[in-house]
């Protein structure tokens, strides 16, 4: 053993000479991180990601992706004899004659579930703490891409078995090219090389699942983590931490020993869920033909906003000059889910136009969600619409379980996507300007005890106690937004501003005030100073009466009246 | 929207259906003794809406030519007699013992040539052919009923049931009878061993241990979707919490 640490010595001395590394990698162990189980999210999305590569490697020994009609002679009786493709036939034996297959296809299943899951949850994290703003919005765009990438990867995958619910998605994307006006046709035989399903999809596919698109998530991962070792991590607010710092474990040991377990942790529950629970029971379903469909035919959770979109459509066709446009296509399955992913990665450029002093400042300390009512009000209204579109992709499973009618469930939808998101958006934005309310009252009243005790004069009241320096820290970490003002007419040298420029402006000044127009303001340093005292003496006042009252009445009351008291201490 | 189609489809079949069942011979075995029971029983329990001569009514259709196998199916179900109405007759408990049952099924019959009850060399599906039973359900049953006879709904409130707990005999008679929105497919439309062979898949669905684990319900990726919110990433958030604060 130390043999090889006395040999290895003058070994890395020699390599560092060479490539002066030394320096590089001390600094970079020593890189610190803060710490929140919320940042972990990306890490879980990361970890799935290994998983899916590792299994994926392991399916794509004994997958064939081949459309030629083979005859089933495999293990699994109910479908012995049937002639059906190559790539569903190997699937088959991938689940019950090829050893740890099943296993395997389940791992790789689960995690692309998680995958996707996994990295929804992170960028609502990133979105509701604001951590997009400067310097990060490329980061941003590059998660709303690999978001992306997740669905469409995903669906290649869940496509590529050919069992009876790929062909019915892949039905449905053909219906979606389809339906793209004017070049819909074209569209569609060149992917398909022909009438749907043609033969050769399934082997096109085939490459753009295993190489092109892991390709791309794994350059975008790359890209994603580097920008973020670079820019440094974003932190909670807390005592100490500022725009300026960051508060958090060295990468070694701590963050690497956490990062590395939890990697074990997230591998070892995807292989539970793979070990216990049926996911896409391919044999269940029967190979595909296309006059063949089930009930119960629905996308993997990811594209369940988007199958919700077409459910809950009307069917809206046109027709003029011998051509149909597809709305009741078109609309939900091209243009819902391009306009959402859209504004999605366009947002930080908005907040950005809308908020003062926004280029002159990194934003390294994150929002608390309240403190930004409007961003909060539209990320839950995103939401909103989001799980509302979910429910239609669900709706005859729904109308099954809790016994309701598909066309009910529908024609509420119908009406819902355009009335309840907008409701979502006001309710909270009104909960956060309430928790604004309720933070300024801390500040200025302090942190209610739930000691009630009765005044001189009769009244009750609460003591109140001062907040630790922590609570102040994160409650005044709050930025008073001031909204943008309309510009004068003349600029400073008194030239007018074109008429294009001026309106521009005063939209943007306008958006601004939406913005930042209702907000708490935190008290100003003169209030603190003199509510602190006033709560300091207060508590110490409360406290006192307390502690006598518990020495006069051993019993314990909660109540306290201090005019029964015959001596009153030094106050 | 294709569930609407499914079920229009449905519908045309049933009417295809109908016709071509129509020329089934009357029970023999059915003695004059049981038809007499069976048309008091008749009167006393379903005359009221199925109407005196059971020539249908404004409340039910009429039983002139639906056969034993339909009145068989229905009363051994305990979908029939209707308690209230509404989308669909539910199963519920059943209200006939089979004496009465067979009494009734004998009346209906009596009144005009319909589907009968399958006899036991129908009900023998042994010899069945596994594979092709379970193409024929893929092709005829799954869109309503689910691809593993989970049930599923349909348009209006209508739904097809599950078929978990229906015994051969009671999936042969659906079959021959088309109860509801469900289209009937006559001996012509498939044959008895074709019948036999989609009650030995439906069997083999019931009986077959699940290779890969808990089912979920076998409803298709709605419930693995929310497996892998409420479950999985539950677990891994929790995970999470426990690893953030075990370093402080
Ligand atoms: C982000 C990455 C990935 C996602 C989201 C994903 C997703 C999926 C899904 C949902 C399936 C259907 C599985 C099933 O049968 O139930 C699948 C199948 C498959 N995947 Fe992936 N996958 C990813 C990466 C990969 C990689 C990197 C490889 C190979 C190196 C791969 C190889 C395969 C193969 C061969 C199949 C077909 C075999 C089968 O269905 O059992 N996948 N994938």
Redesign the interface.
């Known amino acids: 053993m130390s043999a090889v640490v006395d040999k290895a010595g003058p070994m890395l001395e020699a390599l560092d000479e060479r490539l002066t590394l030394a320096n590089y990698v001390k600094r970079n162990l020593r890189k610190v991180f803060p710490d929140h189980w919320t940042f972990m999210l990306g890490e879980v999305a990361l970890y799935s990601f290994i998983i899916l590569l590792l299994s994926g490697i392991y399916l794509s020994l004994f997958f064939k992706p081949s459309m030629t009609e083979v005859v089933y002679n495999g293990s699994y009786a109910p479908l012995k004899g049937l002639s059906m493709s190559e790539a569903y036939a190997s699937t088959l034996d991938i689940s019950f004659d090829i050893r740890g297959g099943l296993l395997l296809r389940q791992i790789h299943h689960w995690a692309a579930m998680l995958f996707v899951a996994s990295m929804s949850i992170h960028v609502m994290r990133v979105f509701f703490t604001g951590a997009f703003r400067k310097p990060r919005e490329i980061n941003w765009s590059i998660g709303v891409g690999l978001l992306t990438m997740g669905f469409v990867e995903g669906f290649a995958g869940y496509s590529l078995p050919d069992d009876l619910l790929s062909g019915t998605g892949l039905r449905i994307a053909e219906g979606i090219m389809l339906s793209v006006p004017v070049v819909g046709t074209y569209i569609q035989f060149f992917v398909f090389g022909g009438e749907f399903p043609g033969d050769i999809f399934i082997s096109r596919l085939y490459g753009v699942h295993i190489l092109l698109l892991p390709g791309i998530i794994l350059l975008l991962i790359t890209a994603h983590l580097m920008i973020v070792w670079y820019q440094k991590h974003t932190q909670y607010p807390g005592k100490g931490r500022t725009n300026d710092n960051v508060v958090g474990y060295p990468v070694l040991p701590v963050y690497a020993a956490k990062a590395g377990g939890f990697f074990f942790v997230v591998f070892g529950i995807t292989v539970l869920m793979a070990g216990f629970v049926t996911i896409n029971p391919i044999w269940a379903y029967g190979p595909y033909t296309p006059d063949q469909i089930t009930a119960g035919s629905q996308p993997d959770w990811y594209m369940g906003w988007l199958e919700g979109a077409l459910r809950i459509m009307p069917n809206w066709e046109t027709t003029a000059w011998g051509h149909t446009i597809s709305w009741n296509v078109f609309i939900p399955g091209g243009l819902v889910m391009g306009l959402v992913l859209t504004a999605m990665a366009i947002y930080p450029m908005i907040e950005a136009k809308v908020t003062r002093g926004y280029k002159d400042q990194d934003h390294d300390l994150l929002d608390r969600p309240r403190n930004a009512p409007v961003r909060t009000g539209l990320g839950v209204m995103s939401l909103t619409f989001y799980i509302l579109l979910w429910i239609g992709g669900g709706n005859d499973i729904i109308a099954k379980f809790f016994d309701l009618s598909i066309n009910q469930i529908t024609w509420t939808l119908r009406f819902a996507i355009f009335i309840v998101p907008p409701l979502a958006f006001v309710a909270t934005k009104r909960a956060c300007l309430g928790l604004q309310r309720k933070d300024r009252d801390k500040l200025l009243h302090g942190r209610e005890t739930g000691t009630i005790i009765r005044l001189p004069d009769g009244e009750f009241t609460e003591v109140h106690a001062p907040l630790s320096e922590e609570e102040k820290a994160v409650i005044l970490s709050k930025t008073d937004h001031i909204p943008l003002e309309a510009p004068a007419e003349t600029d400073a040298n008194g030239v007018a501003l074109s008429k294009r420029k001026l309106k521009a402006a005063r939209r943007t000044a306008h958006l601004s005030r939406w913005f930042y127009d209702d907000n708490i303001p935190k008290p100003t340093p003169e209030e603190l100073a003199a509510a602190e005292a006033h709560i300091l003496h207060g508590y110490e006042e409360g406290h006192l009466v307390t502690e006598h009252r518990d020495s006069l009445e051993p019993e314990g009351g909660v109540l306290h009246d201090p005019n029964a008291e015959p001596a009153e201490p030094s106050k | 929207?294709?569930?609407i189609v499914?079920a229009m489809l449905g519908v045309v079949y049933a009417a295809v259906g109908q016709a071509t069942t129509a020329d089934a011979a009357t029970d023999t075995a059915a003695t004059q003794a049981q038809v007499t029971a069976g048309h008091k029983l008749f009167q006393e329990g379903c005359s009221s809406c199925h109407g005196l001569g059971a020539q249908g009514t404004q409340n039910a259709p009429t039983l002139i030519g639906v056969g034993s196998a339909a009145a068989d199916f229905q009363l051994s179900t305990g979908r029939m007699p209707l308690a209230v109405p509404g989308?669909q007759a539910p199963e519920k408990k059943i209200q006939y013992n089979d004496t009465q049952i067979a009494a009734l099924a004998a009346f209906v019959a009596s009144l005009s040539p319909g589907p009968q009850i399958p006899t036991a060399k129908d009900l023998d599906y042994a010899g069945a052919d596994?594979?092709l039973?379970?193409?024929i359900f893929?092709?005829n049953c799954?869109?309503?009923?689910?691809?593993?006879g989970?049930?599923?709904?349909?348009?209006?409130?209508a739904?097809?049931p599950n078929l978990m707990s229906a015994s051969p005999q009671e999936i042969y008679e659906a079959m021959l009878t088309g109860p509801e929105n469900m289209p009937v497919f006559s001996d012509q439309t498939l044959t008895p061993s074709d019948k036999q062979a989609v009650i030995k898949?439906i069997e083999?669905?019931r009986t077959?241990p699940?290779?890969?684990?808990?089912?979920?319900g076998?409803?298709?990726?709605?419930?693995?979707?929310?497996?892998?919110?409420i479950?999985?990433?539950l677990?891994?958030?929790a995970?999470?919490?426990w690893?953030?604060?075990?370093?402080?």
């Open positions: 929207m294709l569930l499914l989308v596994l594979a039973g379970g193409q893929r092709t799954t869109q309503c009923h689910n691809f593993a989970a049930g599923g709904a349909l348009s209006q409130g739904y097809a898949f083999n669905i077959e699940n290779p890969g684990g808990w089912s979920l076998s409803v298709g990726p709605v419930s693995e979707g929310l497996f892998v919110w479950g999985g990433l677990a891994l958030i995970a999470a919490v690893i953030g604060a075990k370093v402080r």
